[in-house]
């Protein structure tokens, strides 16, 4: 899925206890060119005033600059690319993992502490769960067995009669890659949900539940990365420290009435977060599985199963 990397330092150490190789020999084995020396910072900073740029990677001496110019202005956008049934699962399959135990409880005097048995936090399986798979992490799908959830991960283009065929309590949208406008389907899906189960979306999947209340998707100048972007919840006036990865955003103004704007980016007050004022249903452009805060946004997993709860 990663066409090119690019870095300021490669560090040839591996010191992560869960590290099964290093970071060169994993690119190397997947085939993903790399390259370090550079000025990442520099380029941040002209990607924050010039926009995002189609870009490449050339290995060997520069001969023709211009060529390579060309080279890169010629491939093709992000808008209107269909990147969910790249990435998606071809046929659904169950997933009933938890969250991994790698923390282990030290007590007073230094020594570790080992739990009574019978003492680990593990929830009774009490909802069933279709979780759409536009391009899901599987912290995602940990989260909701851990919040008490069986969960059946379903392709991009899972029909809408089958979700309603098998009743599940509810309905997960997952986050992904590529245009939102360009997922019809997925957005024609949600809409014969909508009303019908509760239902939760992630980043893409947020996109796509705000087509289908009726809004419009634009690509962003730049794309919001990483772990530290300030996230205002409207309704308890915390700011949530988030993660985020995406190039693209629901404009808020093509919402109809019914639908609440809950989360707000305080970096270009951008929407994060909406709910629909009669139905079950709610959505966060950011990722709270990846624990940035680290526990910020937790509490949208029980907002989940507090919806499951009332339907």
């Given at each position: 899925y990663l066409s090119g990397f690019v870095v300021k330092e490669n560090s040839p150490i591996v010191s992560n206890?869960?590290?099964?190789?290093?970071?060169?020999?994993?690119l190397k084995k997947n085939k993903v060119p790399a390259v370090e020396g550079i000025d990442t910072r520099a380029l941040v900073r002209h990607i924050r005033d010039a926009g995002a740029k189609p870009a490449l990677i050339h290995v060997g001496v520069v001969t023709d600059f211009s060529k390579l110019k060309k080279k890169a202005a010629a491939l093709p956008s992000m808008e209107g690319q269909?990147?969910?049934?790249?990435?998606?699962?071809?046929?659904?399959?169950?997933?009933?993992?938890?969250?991994?135990?790698?923390?282990?409880?030290?007590?007073?005097?230094?020594?570790?502490?080992?739990?009574?048995?019978?003492?680990?936090?593990?929830?009774?399986?009490?909802?069933?769960?279709?979780?759409?798979?536009?391009?899901?992490?599987?912290?995602?799908?940990?989260?909701l067995v851990d919040a008490g959830c069986r969960v059946k991960v379903v392709p991009a283009d899972y029909p809408a009669e089958e979700v309603l065929g098998q009743n599940p309590d509810g309905v997960f949208l997952s986050n992904g890659p590529g245009d939102p406008a360009a997922v019809p389907y997925a957005v024609d899906t949600v809409r014969q949900l909508l009303g019908k189960k509760p239902i939760f979306g992630i980043c893409l999947g947020h996109q796509i539940l705000g087509q289908a209340f009726g809004g419009k998707t634009y690509k962003l100048k730049f794309g919001h990365r990483g772990g530290n972007?300030?996230?205002?919840?409207?309704?308890?006036?915390?700011?949530?420290?988030?993660?985020?990865n995406h190039g693209f955003a629901v404009d808020p103004g093509s919402l109809p009435p019914e639908v609440e704007l809950t989360h707000v980016n305080l970096n270009d007050h951008t929407l994060e977060g909406m709910r629909h004022k009669e139905l079950p249903v709610f959505s966060v452009q950011y990722h709270p599985e990846a624990s940035p805060g680290p526990h910020d946004a937790g509490y949208l997993f029980s907002r989940f199963i507090d919806l499951m709860k009332g339907a």
């Open positions: 206890f869960r590290a099964k190789s290093s970071l060169s020999a994993f269909d990147l969910a049934k790249v990435v998606s699962c071809k046929k659904p399959y169950g997933w009933n993992r938890g969250s991994h135990r790698i923390v282990r409880m030290v007590g007073a005097q230094g020594h570790e502490v080992v739990p009574p048995r019978g003492r680990a936090p593990v929830q009774k399986k009490k909802f069933n769960v279709i979780a759409y798979d536009f391009g899901i992490k599987q912290n995602i799908l940990r989260m972007h300030p996230v205002l919840d409207r309704r308890s006036g915390r700011v949530e420290i988030t993660t985020q």
